[in-house]
């Protein structure tokens, strides 16, 4: 009896045993899958942000290349302007809808003839005040924007039209039998741009169709509503449309927009329903058979595994390998060939969209697809064609002499020409760039950079060809260069803060300064600030650069004090992003009390521009501003898109007025505004404070007006700290 109480119980225990394996088996089976789906997503999401990335920086250089060649447009009468306007187009393939230039009174004349003031649009203002500039999407349209300088000075800006189609071909997932789709959204997940087949199109909100569709997403919402805020990247899961889907999302680097990868969960579920049921009766038969069945699994997922990569692997449109695959099997593909060279590749089709616009996309596709092949059949065994994204190809080439690359691009370029579709010949061209391989320890990433940067110059001097060389390694070199001798001086702290002093308008007596960062070498030269300053923004030097400032002024007023010299109230810039960063309040009070600064000897000027990023979070930085001690000053009023209730709330104690309304004074309009801004000031509790003024007429209107504080070279330029010192 007891033994077989004992047997009863050892059945049992092995059937609980057996059911809580099978539990965990199927758990981990699912996990695994669902990690496999995760990483394959993030491939795919890093690849489509570098394609984005890569896309926008070209735009802005395209901008670039505009602005130099009309910075002298101001010396031109309006016909001129409009003539050379309108011929823009003509100076290089550009991916622009149409193009425009503004001088600094917010007069734009456009490629489409149209002439019109957009001096309040966001765009004119941020670029004026020489800042590159990207819109949200409006009507399927992107806007950017550069400044453009005269030697050192501001002139006015070159802007251009970007249509969201030539951004939504770049979100393409290639994997996965193409059944993918993405997003581009910003902070608040408003969708930026779609691609094809995505079902939430541009100016839908994200999160708030998901929850829409159903309440069960909510908790996927608030993971990822919580990751956008920490600036993380992250996967959830959701239903739409009663439809299981797994998404990945990733900063994209541009603005605050983010970059979602969406594929549907029927993609893999078929691979893992098979699994679950085999198993399912393997485990039937006995527990040893579970043993054996979750060897048998293991096997398995093995070969999903390679299935995925599978799939990575591989372009739909072609059939053939995709720049995933040419990346991590580059290295073995060259030790193929023992006795060759290597080269990589960059091949783009010219004017490929405009065979889509003319034709059709299936017209694409064919001609895509003939190119494909055609380079294959050229290649013969001397090397690998991949399908990138659009009409860009990659290829790796082998050969003994250099004239083998020419003589085989020749036949190619030759046969592309020839390509014909219903009987007629398209007479398409294309742009190679050419890399050599020198350094097998070279990163593909850069390899195909450089590559295609040779590319992008053969396609700027309309050249079929170019190889990369030392000419083209140089731009590299130089911005790098640049990059280190700033963070050379960081170290060696060749930064300081020179002082610019503000005026009692009435009795004309120094009553403060604000700060500008200048920096002086060892060998005593000064570096422009426009040549570094752009720099530290676009690479995030700029939160190094304000803490060396601040550091710099607490440790002058340290020095003042206690060599008993007279101290004014000294104004700091504060970057935007260093607002964002949530330890700077930290910094600011244990540096004044490193120093033992009294507060009120700080002011912090907050531009304008800053309010309409994230008011509540800066109202709440602003109180914790005035809690320590600090001032806190608008600067740059009249530029941005701030609201009087805005200001109102932001509880700011001097507002400053931008040097572009100063220098208005004199008509009819400027002087309304300023004398209105200036009564505002005033009605808000708040000190009025001009800035850029440099002439007697200006200085006398702003008296006039009641204005409290005047800054200027009417009165001084920026001083270095001895020199200012030495005033009070």
Known sequence: MKRNWKSVLTMVGLGCLFIFSFYKFNQFTTQQMEYQVQVSLEDVSVQNIVNIRREVTENFKDLQAVSKKIKNFVHLNQEEIKEKVQNIENWGNYDFEYFGIANSDGVAYMSNGITKNIQKRKYFRQSIKGNKYIGNTVDKENIYSIPIYDKDQIIG????????????????????????????????????????????????????????????????CEKMKLDFNKGRQGSIQYTFQNTKKYAHYMRLGIKDWWLITVVPYTVFDNRITPIVASTQVICGVSFLMVLICILLVYRKMNKNQNYLRQLAYIDSLTGGYNKTYLKSYWKSEIEKQTKKKSAILVFNIRKFR??????????????????????????????????????????????????????????????????????????????????????????????????????????????????????????????????????????EKEFYAWFQPKYDSKNKQIIGAEALARWKKKDGSLVPPNQFIPICEETGRILKLDRLIFDNVCMQLYNWINNGKKIVPISINVSRAYLENPEVLVFLKESI????????????????????????????MIQKMHDIGFKV????????????????????????????????????????????????????????????????????????????????????????????????
């Open 157 to 220: 800006i070159v802007f251009a039209i970007y249509h969201t189609k030539d951004l939504e071909s770049l979100l393409t997932i290639e994997s996965f039998h193409k059944e993918g789709y993405m997003y581009i959204v910003d902070k608040k997940s408003d969708v930026i741009v779609n691609s094809e087949k995505s079902v939430i199109h541009s100016n839908d909100n994200f999160f708030k169709d998901l929850l829409k569709d159903s309440k069960e997403n909510l908790d996927s």
């Open 354 to 491: 405009m065979v889509n616009e003319m034709y059709s996309s299936s017209v694409g596709d064919f001609l895509l697809k003939n190119v494909y092949f055609m380079i294959k059949r050229h290649l013969r065994r001397n090397g690998i064609v991949v399908h990138n994204q659009g009409d860009e190809f990659i290829i790796l080439y082998h050969y003994t002499f250099k004239d083998e690359i020419i003589q085989w691009i020749e036949g190619v370029m030759d046969e592309l020409y020839r390509i014909t579709y219903d009987n007629s010949v398209l007479k398409m061209k294309g742009t190679i760039g050419i890399y050599e391989i020198v350094d097998m320890n070279t990163n593909f990433d850069k390899m195909y950079d450089y590559a295609n940067m040779a590319r992008k110059n053969a396609k700027e001097k309309n050249n079929s060809y170019r190889f990369f060389n030392d000419t083209l390694r140089q731009g590299e070199l130089n911005y790098k260069k640049q990059e280190d001798s700033i963070d050379k001086a960081m170290e």
């Open 593 to 620: 009390e490193k120093y033992q600064i009294p507060a009120q000897y700080i002011q912090l000027e907050i531009t304008e521009s800053s309010l309409i990023e994230n008011e509540e979070m800066l109202e709440n």
């Open 633 to 728: 000053l608008l600067d740059d009023y009249g530029v941005g898109y701030s609201s009087l209730q805005s200001i109102n709330s932001m509880n700011f104690d001097i507002l400053k007025i931008d040097k572009s309304f100063i220098d208005t004074i004199g008509s009819e309009k400027g002087n309304s505004i300023v004398r209105h801004t200036i009564a505002l000031a005033s009605s808000l509790g708040m000190i009025s404070v001009a800035e850029g003024v440099e002439e007697e007429k200006q200085y006398q209107f702003l008296v006039e007006c009641g204005c409290d504080e005047i800054q200027g070279y009417y009165f001084s330029r920026p001083l270095p700290p001895e020199e200012f010192v030495r005033l009070l």
